[in-house]
């Protein structure tokens, strides 16, 4: 079992609707998570980051954490264009952050 | 600097030949890693160093591949004998710390033919 499980094939989503995006992890004793977004062709930036259970915002973005399940979710509200992108999930443990395959996102206008 | 530097943004090898990809972090950060990234991949952990110390290298994929950062800064991934399966853009991150936020380079996107 990977460390970090991002499943979910390529979203499309409309200009304006919610994009959802999930991630599962398998160290129980990790603390700190990260969502990155990543152009094509580019590297990662850093879009959000959660250490306790519950959601976090911050402006269109809202980050889920539920430690119990081992789950974090990120939630892009009003897509834009701009917002397509692939989606990393990132995990620490061990000394380093462990990172997802990565969702593909596609805002279609 | 401002941000993570990496040279060069693109390298083509030669199947065998040796390569040497540079990475200076973010002045302060303590903590720098070295990723590799295959295509329509996610970043994979290759090895870790604070300050001068390479406290984690079991993510390198063979004794081909070397890194060390001698005086805490700069670091340098050397690969040798390159074969074609090395052939991924390689991300440099630095941080505060093992377990913060890293931020990253633009990589390397080594070619080997």
């Known amino acids: 079992q990977k460390e970090v499980e991002q499943n979910s094939g390529p979203l499309s989503v409309p200009e304006g609707a919610i994009a959802s995006l999930n991630c599962t992890y398998s160290d129980r004793g990790s603390q700190s998570f990260f969502w990155y977004r990543q152009y094509s062709g580019k590297s990662p930036e850093l879009i959000m980051s959660i250490y306790s259970n519950g959601d976090k915002e911050d402006g269109r973005f809202t980050a889920q954490l539920n430690k119990a399940s081992q789950y974090v979710s990120l939630l892009i509200r009003d897509s834009q264009p701009s917002d397509s992108a692939t989606y990393l999930c990132a995990v620490s443990g061990n000394n380093r952050l462990a990172f997802g395959k990565g969702n593909q996102v596609v805002v279609i206008p | ?113």
Not at chain 2, 91 to 109: I, R, V, W, Y
């Open chain 2, 1 to 113: 600097g401002a941000g993570v530097s990496q040279s060069p943004r693109y390298k083509v090898a030669k199947r065998g030949q040796d390569v040497a990809l540079r990475c200076d972090p973010i002045s302060g950060h303590v903590s720098l890693f070295w990723y590799q990234q295959a295509l329509g991949q996610g970043p994979e952990f290759l090895t870790y160093f604070q300050n001068e110390a390479q406290l984690d290298k079991s993510g390198l994929p063979s004794d081909r591949f070397f890194a060390e950062r001698p005086e805490g800064s700069v670091s340098t991934l050397k690969i040798q004998r390159t074969q074609q399966e090395d052939s991924a853009v390689y991300l440099c991150a630095s941080s505060f710390g093992p377990n913060e936020k890293l931020f990253f380079g633009s990589g390397t996107q080594l070619s080997v033919l």
